[in-house]
């Protein structure tokens, strides 16, 4: 079944580790995205992708980075990470042009 | 640049009932798609509906519908009947060729 995953969906981790947020997605889709949320705000854009070795950075300045070397992997790292970038993160696919955007069910991070 | 308003941070609507949520965009484009977001706590985000700009028929999918004002760049979702399981966070969401832009979201409480 054509999805979009990511891992882990729940995070707990102390000040300084370097983590990353996976997400992949089995739809075939060019282009894919990195949202920040915080509970019951606004999505904020901080990483998008429009294929292999393509990537740009959103809206929302973010210490993170990503890489695209594959069509369905989308992984988001964090070298340090700070209570700061406590937050959800949100992954999403999209064909090229207007379509809409399918979500992945999040990674809630919480750093310590 | 795009921007997106939701005017109405929360609305609640009891349960049976009809509720519109207000959405108004700014852009000086004329191809783009608009479309709407239901965010169900601690779920997955899912797309509600959309809609072609080229298109003057609003769209419809079941229960809800829009109201696609080109001119006065206007997007409204209707829910009719309301049911529990549409109390979410709603986002109205505008696509570029380049992007989506969200809006600040609106909370939805359905009151049995």
């Known amino acids: 079944e054509a999805d979009i995953y990511q891992t882990p969906r729940y995070l707990v981790i102390g000040t300084g580790k370097k983590i990353t947020l996976e997400c992949s997605q089995t739809m075939g889709h060019d282009k894919m995205y990195w949202y920040q949320q915080d509970p019951g705000m606004e999505l904020h854009l901080i990483h998008y992708?429009?294929?292999?070795?393509?990537?740009e950075k959103g809206d929302l300045s973010s210490e993170s980075t990503v890489s695209r070397i594959r069509t369905e992997h989308f992984p988001l790292t964090l070298e340090s990470a700070r209570p700061s970038h406590t937050s959800q993160y949100l992954c999403?696919?999209?064909?090229?042009?207007?379509?809409?955007?399918?979500f992945g069910p999040g990674t809630r991070l919480t750093v310590l | 640049a795009q921007t997106v308003t939701q005017s109405q941070p929360e609305m609640s609507v009891q349960e049976a009932e009809t509720v519109t949520l207000s959405c108004t965009y700014d852009t000086s484009e004329s191809d783009y798609y608009l479309f709407w977001y239901k965010q169900p706590p601690s779920r997955q985000m899912i797309l509600v509906i959309r809609q072609e700009a080229y298109k003057q028929q609003n769209a419809t999918e079941n229960r809800f519908s829009v109201n696609f004002q080109k001119a006065a760049k206007s997007f409204s979702l209707k829910i009719s009947d309301s049911q529990l399981g549409d109390a979410a966070m709603y986002f109205c969401?505008?696509?570029?060729?380049?992007?989506?832009?969200f809006g600040s979201g609106t909370q939805l409480t359905v009151l049995p």
């Open positions: 992708s429009y294929g292999v070795n393509s990537t």
């Open positions: 969401a505008y696509s570029s060729a380049r992007q989506l832009t």
């Open positions: 999403a696919s999209s064909e090229l042009g207007y379509n809409e955007q399918f």
